[in-house]
């Protein structure tokens, strides 16, 4: 005894040491016995002593044995307590661990019963090991960064689990605490990631140090402020996570993300925090990561002497922001920090609130799957994460759908081809919400999505050239004036063709997406009796519960030529619907679907048989002309697979700074208007890229995508009676959108030996015929040869991703350019193989200099015939320009674009900005085109 109190006194690394010995004897079951008789002995020298000399064994050993009374019984029965060695390196319990053992009991008794229990920052144990004494879990794991806590936390273990004679204290499990309970060294919840153990219930009593920056929160406030955004600034949500460091909060930020990781779908977290920042901020930083958070119980501690909070008085005056503290202990309304510091100053003692939150994941899978994915790289945008509702309507359609973009963001390295005319999933989707609610008999093949209900009405009208239409009064308000009139529908003369009007009727403003949903007369019509070859129904998907006028469309019609003739107006003057629109409400429609059985519903009856069209009802022959003679996507049934080189988009792989845009963008709230201002960056952009020079006169029209924006382009030619021209070799699909909306076109020949470029002496000579002329130029980047040239509004998530992209960019350091290097990189690769591959096939290539496109002449093949199989048989046919892209698609598998897309004769596109396995695949189909070619 007396040899081991020598050590101790010698320094607390000495007693350390000492007590790290005793451990080990301990451990050792041949040992353990006089061990723990010997801390028996230790503890009654100390306990015989007058209070004042236990006290003073702290600073004489360097160590000290407390007893920690856990509760009163009923009667006379002496208190519960727990024996604890505590050192001065390790946290002693005070009025913080104390009051968090207080929260814990406010829970029943099953709250730990049986349960998986880990106990972060659990110092000398205490609380680790009185859990597992009162409330019988299955496992208590305490957990502890200090390496020394770790050590007492397992002598106290010993000393608890163990009587005074060293025989093992039993349950009435028939089990000890050493069965129960075990410590690991572990930063935060680390061990548990490591060794994949899953936890039923999260406690922690962590360090919460107040170390404000006044001077970068200052900043943040003076470049940032705005009225609208900083009501409060616990609701600063572009920087969060920098505000709850600034607060003391980030350790238990950090913990409660990484709880979030190995805590079981129905557990709870646990834990104490320090009122000081104020109540909105506590609570705030459990609900904006998703979770439900509950108050268990609040007390007040006196703020150390020694504290400085002048810091937080600094924040005051700069922020609207108001700290929280007490005039002493008996204080019930809270002061701000200008008036504690103030109070302080004259001798008072202030106190804060320190109170204890349990809390549940709310949709746990969900909110599981959207931190998974912020772990694996996306940390730097966690702090704009913020999943805190005051609805619950607006939460069930929130995160799920980031849940489903976290998903698809972290499984994909690029975005998949689709249709134009919409995705197939979400096609189907809408269809079979509409057999299951509705009970109407449709397929994907029945449904065609466009942008909006504007936009839908706008391309059938096109589509159809009406010589009058009645559209719904909130719809036509977005229509062009000239096309507006007013009609008194009873004095209409009588007599006239029906065929004459078209009628396109929308019942309810927006439709509903609901397990519930309100019917109308059109759809218990449709329901009922098959949709007239004559008749389409629009849709639109608006009203939802989170993002302002995020806004989808879709239109059904039952007529074969009907549906296809939609598809192509949209792909024609859309491009497509943005795919992030449509993966929102596929997830909506997913939630309403995913529960019910399937095909446990006979399939709905219909009165009669759905009247067969004789004809494409209202095609005029002039779009008749130009949807047969166009060449757009090919559409491919479920089963097959093809290699889209004909599409006009990039499928290189997402980057990450992109993928981060994107999703903080949907998982952003309170995005204010600056956020979304992408004018400044574009700006820069075309200035430095392209030396175009601009001020802040310019005007900068937005699209969803390029193809929009052009046939908006093309209607104001039209309108003011221009003529728009093309040169050789332009982007097709732009070609026949101008001729599907009338335009007057002329061409201006190019010469192949300049690459088709559009020389100044070439525009010259054209422009002399041509009145008021609208020239199209690609550039820098001629389309779709790749020489170069030298010298309706996206929603708000799509403006404030580009905006974090353009400014990373306008940084010029970091991913953005770095990924934009390696693509371009990897494109110039490109070019080289498929090069390689087309020239040793018998093509001739078209040098290129950038871009995403190839043209190419298939010279050795022109004349020769192929075998392709055609309508279930087999056909020989002669190659020709007319037939070159359809014998490569039925003998391959592989979509080209022909010469009747590239305006050049002879001449062939490829796109190359395909993902890595369907490129290798394309120059595959190429080397198959070349060995069945005369065969």
């Known amino acids: 005894m007396e040899e081991f109190l020598k050590r101790c006194e010698l320094s607390g690394d000495a007693a350390y040491a000492a007590l790290r010995s005793l451990l080990e004897r301990l451990e050792d079951p041949s040992t353990r016995t006089d061990a723990r008789v010997f801390l028996s002995e230790l503890q009654k020298r100390f306990s015989s002593e007058e209070a004042s000399e236990r006290d003073r064994c702290l600073e004489t050993y360097h160590f000290q044995i407390q007893d920690i009374y856990l509760e009163q019984y009923e009667g006379f029965e002496k208190r519960k307590k727990l024996s604890m060695i505590v050192i001065p390196s390790i946290f002693m319990p005070e009025d913080w661990s104390f009051t968090f053992y207080e929260g814990l009991n406010r829970h029943p008794d099953s709250i730990f019963k049986d349960k998986r229990v880990v106990e972060l920052g659990c110092g000398n144990g205490w609380i680790t090991i009185a859990i597992a004494e009162k409330w019988s879990p299955s496992k208590v794991y305490g957990l502890d960064i200090n390496p020394r806590a770790v050590k007492i936390s397992w002598i106290n273990l010993y000393l608890n689990a163990l009587d005074d004679n060293g025989q093992p204290i039993y349950d009435g499990e028939k089990k000890t605490l050493l069965d129960k309970v075990e410590f690991y060294e572990s930063d935060l919840l680390s061990y548990c990631r490591d060794n994949h153990i899953e936890i039923d219930r999260i406690v922690g009593c962590i360090p919460q140090i107040l170390n404000p920056n006044p001077d970068a929160m200052s900043k943040m406030i003076t ?44 557990g ?62 008996a204080g019930d309304q809270p002061i701000c920090a200008r ?40 940390t730097d945008i966690s702090s704009s994460l913020d999943l805190s509702f005051e609805d619950e309507s607006v939460a069930d359609e929130k995160i799920p759908f980031l849940a489903h973009l976290a998903n698809i963001l972290q499984d994909i390295s690029f975005f998949s081809y689709e249709p134009p005319a919409g995705s197939r999933r979400f096609r189907s989707l809408i269809s079979g919400f509409m057999r299951t609610y509705h009970h109407i008999p449709l397929t994907a093949d029945n449904v065609v999505v ?24 909130q719809l036509s308000r977005y229509l062009p004036s000239q096309w507006l009139t007013t009609l008194n529908i009873e004095k209409a003369e009588s007599g006239k063709n029906s065929e004459e009007v078209i009628a396109v009727i929308e019942a309810p403003h927006h439709f509903e997406l609901s397990s519930l949903p309100s019917s109308n007369g059109v759809l218990k019509y449709l329901a009922g009796t098959p949709l007239p070859p004559h008749a389409m129904i629009v849709c639109g998907l608006l009203k939802n519960q989170v993002y302002t006028d995020l806004e989808v469309a879709f239109v059904i019609s039952e007529e074969e030529a009907m549906f296809k003739a939609l598809c192509k107006t949209v792909e024609l003057l859309q491009g497509s619907t943005a795919i992030i629109s449509q993966y929102y409400y596929g997830c909506l429609f997913h939630e309403l679907l995913s529960f019910q059985l399937a095909d446990r519903r006979p399939p709905p009856l219909r009165n009669g048989e759905k009247a067969k069209a004789t004809a494409v009802n209202g095609f005029s022959s002039s779009t008749i002309s130009v949807l047969d003679h166009t060449e757009l996507s090919i559409t491919e049934s479920d089963e097959s697979s093809l290699v889209h080189m004909d599409a006009d988009q990039s499928f290189l792989p997402l980057t990450k700074p992109v993928k981060a845009a994107i999703f903080e963008s949907f998982a952003r709230q309170n995005i204010t208007e600056s956020e979304t201002d992408v004018t400044h960056g574009i700006r820069q952009l075309v200035s430095s890229s392209y030396g175009f020079p601009s001020n802040s006169n310019t005007e900068f029209i937005y699209a969803d995508c390029p193809v929009a924006l052009f046939t908006k382009l093309v209607l104001c030619c039209v309108q003011e009676g221009g003529t728009l021209c093309f040169p050789t070799g332009s982007n097709g699909h732009y070609v026949s959108a101008a001729k599907f909306l009338n335009a007057k076109i002329a061409s201006i020949p190019t010469n192949p030996e300049v690459g088709y470029k559009l020389t100044e002496e070439t525009l010259t000579a054209a422009l002399k015929t041509v009145n008021e002329p609208w020239i199209y130029i690609s550039g820098p980047t001629v389309s779709p040869t790749g020489l170069l040239y030298r010298l309706s509004k996206p929603h708000s998530t799509t403006k404030y991703a580009v905006k974090k992209l353009l400014d990373l960019r306008e940084q010029e350091t970091g991913n953005p350019l770095n990924a934009t290097s390696e693509q371009m990189e990897n494109l110039q690769n490109r070019y080289k193989h498929l090069k390689q591959t087309l020239e040793s096939s018998g093509w001739e290539v078209l040098e290129a200099q950038g871009g995403i496109s190839v043209v190419a002449k298939p010279s050795a093949y022109l004349g020769k015939t192929i075998k392709i199989n055609k309508s279930g048989s087999s056909q020989e046919i002669k190659l020709d320009d007319s037939n070159i892209r359809e014998a490569i698609l039925s003998s391959t598998g592989l979509c080209i674009n022909s010469a009747k897309w590239t305006g050049i004769p002879g001449y062939c596109r490829f796109n190359i900005a395909l993902e890595e396995s369907n490129f290798k695949r394309a120059l595959d189909c190429i080397a198959k085109f070349k060995s069945l070619v005369g065969k």
């Open 223 to 266: 470049e940032s402020a705005s009225e609208e955004f900083l009501h409060s600034l616990s609701n600063y949500c572009a920087l969060q996570g920098f505000v709850e460091d600034q607060f003391g909060l980030g350790l238990i930020a950090r913990a409660i993300e990484e709880g979030i990781s190995v805590i079981k779908p129905l």
């Open 450 to 473: 466009f942008p909006s209900r504007t936009v839908a009405i706008e391309s059938a009208l096109r589509l159809l050239s009406p010589r009058l239409a009645i559209v719904d009064e």
């Open 339 to 378: 008036t504690a510091w103030a109070y302080a100053k004259a001798g008072g003692r202030i106190s804060h609130a320190l109170s204890v939150y349990s809390c549940r994941l709310r949709q746990p899978n969900q909110v599981k799957k959207i931190f998974e994915f912020l772990r694996n790289g996306f």
């Open 268 to 329: 709870v977290m646990i834990f104490n925090m320090g009122g000081r920042p104020g109540q909105a901020v506590c609570k705030r930083l459990f609900e904006r990561r998703g979770l439900r958070v509950k108050k268990l119980w609040q007390t007040k501690i006196l703020q150390a002497a020694d504290t400085d909070i002048s810091a937080l008085v600094e924040i005051e005056k700069n922020s609207p922001h108001r700290f929280e503290f007490f005039m002493g202990l």
